[in-house]
């Protein structure tokens, strides 16, 4: 089914969250792969997960609204653009730190304060989303279940 084709509002959810999802797990696999200092696969999940992060971004936002709403589309939009920022700075900058010559103690604490910043935005956009989610789900009658993310 097409994603601007949903007629079901569960069907709709479920599209937007599983294309935040395409994008989550490349970068879970991406923070594997830089926790165990194996840079080079790391960087190839890198561009994959930066092409994912713009392929998801584009489809949500061409999404039509589902019966005029418009609201749960554009938060997982914002979502998926905050995921693509910070995968072209953010991670940019982390490979850096790794790549530098710094000691790994100190590589260690610039890396975990980029990430905690990371995480402190993106709770915020998330909590946007699950806000638009939870009225959309009233609204439609719909049951949610946790992704786990």
């Known amino acids: ?18 294309e935040q999802t395409k994008t989550l797990d ?31 971004t584009n489809k949500v936002k061409q ?6 709403e418009t609201g749960l589309r554009d938060a997982m939009a914002n ?5 693509q920022l910070v995968l072209i700075k953010d991670y940019r900058t982390i490979f850096e730190i790794k790549k530098s010559a710094l000691a790994e103690e100190e590589k260690n604490a610039k890396i975990k304060s980029i990430l905690d910043q990371i995480r402190k ?18 609204e439609y009658d719909i049951q949610l279940v946790s992704s786990g993310i």
């Open 26 to 56: 490349l970068i879970s696999n991406l923070n594997a792969s830089l926790n165990k200092n194996d840079l080079k696969k790391a960087h190839a999940i890198w561009s994959e997960a930066i092409k994912q992060a713009k392929e998801s």
């Open 79 to 83: 979502l998926l653009e905050f995921y």
């Open 121 to 138: 935005k993106e709770a915020v956009l998330i909590e946007s989303f699950r806000e638009q989610e939870v009225s959309f789900a009233r």
């Open 63 to 68: 999404m039509s609204p589902f019966r005029k």
């Open 1 to 18: 089914m097409l994603l601007w084709g949903c007629t079901i509002p569960a069907d709709y959810n479920d599209n937007l969250v599983r």
